[in-house]
């Protein structure tokens, strides 16, 4: 078995690595340019122009952009585990430079439908590449080596949604921005294809292929239930959902807070955005260190609890700053927002909450992965897509809801992040020490939880 305090980044130059690293990163680049350059034209454009509720949009979005996730990544894995991953992330890649040429010609016409339609359509690409990039990793990697590998994707992949949300928010603001994403997008698409044809051979691991079922609504039943039966997987599912909860409602509201809660503009934004996804790299890339190579849930469970503090430590934050004075009528950029009290503070919380997210995360993929059995890790991932993208939606549905009661988007932060208590007792309920595993096993969050 590899060394796992060896340095991760050695597997930066191994083949069976770098390929998928490359275009998962790209991939994941790509959709935030076209998806963060939408909604940043919805938050600072077409919002004061038309009177739309840029939050509202905002969650719609976010929730447009996975529900493909929920409908198509079980059949995309009952397809994976029956064919070569690799072949078919070839395929894959190629249908997304497609998908770019037609998202350039929507950014052009700036028709809404036809954005959120092509939104949807983006969000089906990845829901089909999602089963392999995960599936594939346990065929690439040795066992000691599953937690960097994934703490390197999920490192990577928070770092290219950092730079697509920069790129997507400041080029659609400018004067050539349109055409700039526009080419931009199917580069990189290109590229993404290109690193894709160096990927290794992943052949299927099971003595005959599942059958494929394309009604999507009954396989979405037969790969939950299927994977319901495999405890120890689903129980990481579980978890790994309730992060992305938490992860949807931050990305798709951190644009309206900016705006209204702190009365900052774009420029702003993108610095929280910066923060949170930095964050989640930091603790991600940490993880290889810190765990030795081991997915350690009961660790899981104490970020999960420093998520839910520096949830609630935001929204305090958040008030003295408003408290110390009041926000001034025309947005603040980054200079007079930094003058202003509890300005640092917040963005350490972002940070803080952001680093124990990628804490979190990682040692819960790499569980689900080696959980899994060998020949239906493509239905297992896609069962993990299908409750990531169900819990997903429903943070946007009861962010919009929130929002429409009322609620401001500090306060909202702060409620879905205490759900982080209770996700840190049944995350640790199968760990065989510590406090939080048996706290978690007293309230019927172990074996019988």
């Given at each position: 078995m590899t060394d796992p305090t060896s340095s991760p980044l050695r597997l930066l130059g191994e083949r069976r690595f770098w390929p998928l690293f490359g275009a998962q990163a790209l991939g994941a680049f790509n959709d935030q340019v076209f998806k963060t350059g939408f909604v940043s034209l919805i938050t600072f454009r077409l919002a004061d122009l038309h009177g739309l509720n840029a939050g509202f949009h905002n969650a719609f979005a976010a929730g447009l952009f996975i529900l493909p996730f929920a409908l198509f990544a079980p059949t995309a894995g009952q397809i994976a585990d029956g064919m070569d991953k690799g072949l078919m992330m070839k395929r894959v890649k190629a249908a997304e430079i497609v998908l770019m040429l037609l998202a350039a010609l929507a950014y052009h016409l700036q028709n809404l439908t036809l954005l959120y339609g092509l939104l949807f359509l983006m969000g089906a690409q990845s829901a089909v590449f999602s089963p392999i990039k995960y599936g594939i990793l346990p065929q690439y990697l040795k066992p000691g080596e599953l937690v960097a590998g994934n703490g390197l994707i999920q490192a990577a992949t928070f770092l290219a949604i950092l730079f697509g949300q920069i790129a997507g928010a400041k080029l659609v603001l400018s004067e050539a921005g349109v055409t700039i994403i526009s080419v931009l997008v199917v580069l990189v698409a290109v590229a993404g294809w290109l690193f894709s044809l160096k990927t290794p051979p992943a052949p299927p691991l099971g003595a005959s292929p599942p059958r494929v079922d394309w009604v999507f609504p009954r396989a979405v039943w037969s790969v939950i239930r299927e994977t319901r039966r495999n405890r120890p997987a689903f129980k990481a599912i579980l978890n790994i959902a309730w992060f992305w909860f938490l992860g949807a409602t931050y990305m798709a509201l951190v644009l309206p807070f900016a705006k209204?809660?702190?009365?900052?503009?774009?420029?702003?934004?993108?610095?929280?955005?910066?923060?949170?996804?930095?964050?989640?790299?930091?603790?991600?890339?940490?993880?290889?260190?810190?765990?030795?190579?081991?997915?350690?849930?009961?660790?899981?469970?104490?970020?999960?609890?420093?998520?839910?503090?520096?949830?609630?430590?935001?929204?305090?934050?958040?008030?003295?700053?408003?408290?110390?004075?009041?926000?001034?009528?025309?947005?603040?950029?980054?200079?007079?927002?930094?003058?202003?009290?509890?300005?640092?503070?917040?963005?350490?919380?972002?940070?803080?909450?952001?680093?124990?997210?990628?804490?979190?995360?990682?040692?819960?993929?790499?569980?689900?992965?080696?959980?899994?059995?060998?020949?239906?890790?493509?239905?297992?991932?896609?069962?993990?897509?299908?409750?990531?993208?169900?819990?997903?939606?429903?943070?946007?549905?009861?962010?919009?809801?929130?929002?429409?009661?009322?609620l401001s988007h500090e306060a909202i932060f702060a409620l879905v992040g205490a759900t982080g208590f209770l996700a840190a007792l049944w995350a640790a309920a199968d760990a065989p020490q510590g406090i939080l595993g048996r706290i978690g096993r007293a309230v019927g969050f172990g074996e019988r939880g």
């Open positions: 209204e809660s702190l009365g900052a503009d774009e420029n702003v934004s993108v610095i929280l955005l910066a923060a949170f996804s930095i964050g989640v790299a930091l603790g991600s890339a940490a993880c290889a260190r810190l765990y030795k190579g081991e997915a350690r849930v009961d660790l899981a469970g104490w970020a999960a609890v420093g998520m839910a503090v520096l949830a609630i430590l935001l929204f305090f934050a958040t008030k003295a700053y408003q408290a110390a004075a009041p926000l001034p009528e025309a947005l603040m950029g980054p200079a007079a927002f930094w003058t202003r009290a509890w300005a640092w503070a917040i963005l350490l919380c972002f940070v803080g909450l952001a680093a124990a997210a990628g804490l979190y995360i990682t040692p819960l993929n790499a569980r689900m992965q080696t959980a899994a059995e060998p020949e239906a890790r493509g239905r297992v991932v896609a069962a993990s897509n299908v409750l990531d993208s169900l819990l997903m939606v429903l943070s946007s549905v009861a962010a919009m809801g929130l929002i429409a009661a009322g």
